[in-house]
T-cell receptor, first 115, second 112 residues
């Protein structure tokens, strides 16, 4: 399976600031996704990162708060904008091929704490 | 909402088989059953998936009942490193049904 690297692995940020998280894959993949995992909770899909076009956001998530880029088939970024303590979470990137039965594979996530 | 129901926690003795149940009574004919696990401080790890036949790989076996309304993940010889949260997910293959909807999973503790 693909090797997925996320940077940074963790960060502590001040409220009101923004942080961009990078996701790099070692091979070309069709689908890239961004998830959030709040403390003690399960994963929630934020958006699907589409190559060369705007990301597809899930209900409750908006582009102004979580802008996403995907310039090519191996790289994507998620920005968490104007952060508040409620944004303290683990943010995870996952990838899969378009074949509908292929599983998603995950990076180890970015642990974000907002003071 | 997740389409699966799992017990919140289970214990298993090291070296014994761990059998993790999952109920998915509303599963549709074209939906697959996926299993992932998440070890503390790591991202979810894919384990196995299946449609209706039993599946086995180097990590685990997946047993799906004939009516497909439930399944069991079997770790044949559990080790301490298998301590993790195990997620059972039902996923289709078209449109929004292709999304992974995560429940709270089963927290498996493997004890020495």
């Amino acid at each position: 399976s693909a090797v997925i690297s996320q940077k940074p692995s963790r960060d502590i940020c001040q409220r009101g600031t923004s942080l961009t998280i990078q996701c790099q894959v070692d091979s070309q993949v069709t689908m890239m996704f961004w998830y959030r995992q709040q403390p003690g909770q399960s994963l929630t899909l934020i958006a699907t990162a589409n190559q060369g076009s705007e990301a597809t956001y899930e209900s409750g998530f908006v582009i102004d708060k979580f802008p996403i880029s995907r310039p090519n088939l191996t790289f994507s970024t998620l920005t968490v904008s104007n952060m508040s303590p409620e944004d303290s979470s683990i943010y995870l990137c996952s990838v899969s091929m378009l074949d509908s039965n292929q599983p998603q594979h995950f990076g180890d996530g970015t642990r974000l704490s907002i003071l | 909402d997740a389409k699966t129901t799992q017990p919140p926690s289970m214990d298993c003795a090291e070296g014994r088989a761990a059998n993790l149940p999952c109920n998915h009574s509303t599963i549709s004919g074209n939906e697959y059953v996926y299993w992932y696990r998440q070890i503390h401080s790591q991202g979810p790890q894919y384990i196995i998936h299946g449609l209706k036949n039993n599946e086995t790989n180097e990590m685990a076996s997946l047993i799906i009942t004939e009516d497909r309304k439930s399944s069991t993940l079997i770790l044949p010889h559990a080790t301490l490193r298998d301590t993790a949260v195990y997620y059972c997910i039902v996923r289709g293959n078209a449109g929004n049904n292709r999304k992974l909807i995560w429940g709270l999973g089963t927290s498996l503790a493997v004890n020495p």
